[in-house]
């Protein structure tokens, strides 16, 4: 067999074999609980009736019904632990039929022409990502979990539709995504199917049970037996699949392989724009209000950077399927918040400590607070090193003759206007323009800078080396990274815990490992800008796909990372300083922190 035909003739078979060799373990395990029992009643009956009489039959009956109590006991246990169980549920948006009769009518008009049940209800994830979730368990009822058609015996499963589909697919493009999810509906409702799926999550909800004081040896039968069908499970789902995919083969087939395009591309950019722009705001108690929003923006931005992308805005003048929503805005707001909850670990209600941030303000609440934050850490790590205020740099270290002069005076720092709507300073469409912050009084020429202080000078000195041996940013680099460690501790001790398990947050961390050295060059480019915006009427900005960006003159400034680099792992300062008085920037000038 090949083909698409060969799908639909191995697909459904296929996973109802699987369900039904899923359900033949189940079966076994029952026999084997019961084969002590059966044991024993027959010793019992044979005792009765004389056929075994005389030693040692009478201690062996009594042994067998101790041991055929005791697995019966065990197996009902396990049984009533596996049947009231509730399975994990995947965090989401609800989306009543109210907030989205649009969206409802599309999909149960996609399950109408498969001729499948309609899912019972929509519900959204912020990721790139659409499944069916069953939960009609008795278990989220009890808990209070459901409380909608969805949770009712028998309900068909829940259609869950990540966020960012909404805003950046068209509604065409959606339709041709959602239908083969849709379609799966139809080989979730066999019976067998749904015993064998019913089973299989009991087994994984009692494997976390298991952890529990007084139910640790339920942990134990529970995964022996997720082994033991786990390959016929995973071969259902698969069939399950291919079953739901033929079905959905005469539904927008053709716009589908273009829709499948847009799902990669939305991959990749809902990753940029949570990783570079969602995570540095997190870590400041702020959360981006409309992240779906603002994916639609980093994948322009990102269609415009990649060749391979060509092509893909012109379709941004076909209707978006967020127009489906009743409140867009409210709905963007929900999903911002959930995802800063599953892969930050933040509160599930905003407060004063963890409170939105529109896009025109993040460049000066949440960039520029970032950097001063960090440049005062940088700082603080200085004082417990005892490096003194005003140190200066080793005569090796001191500006090249051919370098450019730095002015007597600082340039004054103006306030820039907001920036027209659908351009940014950074060249992304939609990015928020930066607007500088006035400066401190700067000094009168010929006025001498008082010594000490947050100064730039001071971290050039210390970090100068003109061996090459980084002692003394290894130092500085393991001290920060200390600081660093007990403050996320605090963090993390201030905020409320729940339980482990499935419920533990965040789910899924975005914060990836950094070294010492990348900590260092962090801090160190922080406390740059920093004073390139005090002192060079810089400016912090935002690029939809790298996060913070430090501005002049209203354009990005790309060239200073490898400055910092120079200076961080080799010692020297040449480069950077030849940068800061390319900018005008004095470095034994203060700069402010918070």
């Known amino acids: ?45 044979a005792r009765m009736t004389g056929r075994l009489a005389g030693d040692p039959w009478p201690a062996v009956t009594l042994a067998v019904c101790a041991v055929a109590a005791l697995v ?4 009902g246990i396990f049984g ?9 549920v995947t965090p989401t948006v609800p989306l009543p039929e109210a907030a989205a009769p649009d969206l409802y009518r599309l999909v ?39 409380a909608g058609p969805e949770s009712e015996p028998g309900a068909a499963p829940v259609l869950v539709i990540g966020s960012p589909f909404l805003w950046w697919m ?9 239908a083969p999810v849709v379609a799966g509906t139809g080989p979730s409702a066999h019976p067998d199917i749904a015993d064998a799926r019913g089973f299989v999550r009991g087994l994984d909800a009692a494997a976390d049970i298991g952890g529990r004081p007084g139910l640790g040896w339920i942990g134990g039968p529970a995964r022996l037996l997720l082994r033991l069908c786990r390959t016929d499970a995973a071969e259902m789902e698969r069939g399950v699949a291919a ?35 969602a995570l540095p705001a997190w870590r400041m108690g702020r959360w981006p209000a409309h992240l779906d929003a603002g994916v639609v923006s980093a994948l322009t931005e990102l269609s415009r950077r990649d060749r391979l992308a060509e092509g893909f805005t012109s379709r941004l003048g076909e209707r978006p399927a967020c127009d489906l929503l009743e409140q867009p805005g409210v709905v963007d707001e929900a999903a911002s918040l959930l995802a800063a909850r599953l892969f930050h670990g933040g509160p599930a209600e905003a407060g ?31 004082d417990a090193l005892s490096v003194p205020a005003d140190l200066a740099p080793p005569a090796a270290a001191q500006p090249r003759p051919d370098a450019p002069a730095a002015p007597a005076e600082p340039v004054p720092v103006t306030t820039g206007a907001p920036a027209q709507a659908g351009a940014s300073a950074s060249g992304t469409p939609g990015a928020p323009a930066a ?103 810089a400016g912090p900005g935002l690029d939809w796909l790298d996060g913070p960006v430090l501005l002049v003159g209203g354009e990005r400034r790309a060239d200073l990372a490898p400055r910092v680099l120079s200076l961080v792992e080799d010692g020297d300062p040449a480069p950077l300083r030849d940068w800061l008085a390319e900018l005008g920037v004095r470095p034994e000038k203060p700069v402010r922190l918070l």
């Open 243 to 277: 079953a739901a995919s033929d079905r959905a083969q005469g539904v927008d087939y053709g716009l589908r392989i273009v829709a499948q395009e847009q799902v990669g591309l939305a991959y990749a950019g809902w990753d940029r724009l949570l990783t570079r722009v």
């Open 108 to 146: 149960r008009d996609l399950a109408d022409r498969m001729d499948v049940p309609a899912p019972s209800a929509i519900a959204l994830t912020p990721d790139c990502d659409s499944w069916l979730e069953d939960r009609a368990h008795a278990a989220h009822r009890r808990r209070g979990t459901g």
């Open 352 to 382: 004063p400590d963890w409170s939105p941030v529109d896009w025109a303000a993040y460049p000066q609440e949440v960039v520029d607070r970032k950097w001063r934050s960090e440049a005062a850490r940088l700082h603080a790590a200085l």
């Open 170 to 178: 068209r509604v065409a493009e959606l339709r041709a995504v959602l």
């Open 80 to 88: 009533a632990v596996v049947l009231r169980a509730g399975p994990a």
């Open 72 to 75: 019966l006991l065990a197996g």
């Open 1 to 45: 067999m090949s083909g698409t035909g060969s799908i639909a003739e191995v697909g459904a078979p296929s996973a109802r074999s699987r369900a039904l060799a899923v359900l033949r373990v189940r079966s076994r395990a029952t026999a084997a609980v019961l084969l002590p029992a059966a044991l024993a009643v027959v010793l019992v009956a």
């Open 435 to 537: 607007t500088a912050r006035p400066a401190e009084r700067p000094a009168a020429p010929g006025e001498p800078v008082p010594p000490g202080g947050a100064t730039l000078e001071r971290v050039l000195g210390y970090l100068t080396d003109p061996a090459g041996e980084g002692a003394a940013g290894e130092a500085l680099a393991g001290r920060l990274s200390g600081d660093l460690a007990r403050e996320e501790r605090a963090a993390g001790a201030a905020r409320p815990q729940p339980r482990g398990g499935a419920d533990t947050l965040p789910l899924f961390p975005l914060q990836p490992p950094r070294s010492g050295r990348d900590l260092l060059a962090d801090h160190v480019t922080a406390l740059v800008c920093c004073a390139a915006v005090d002192w060079a009427g």
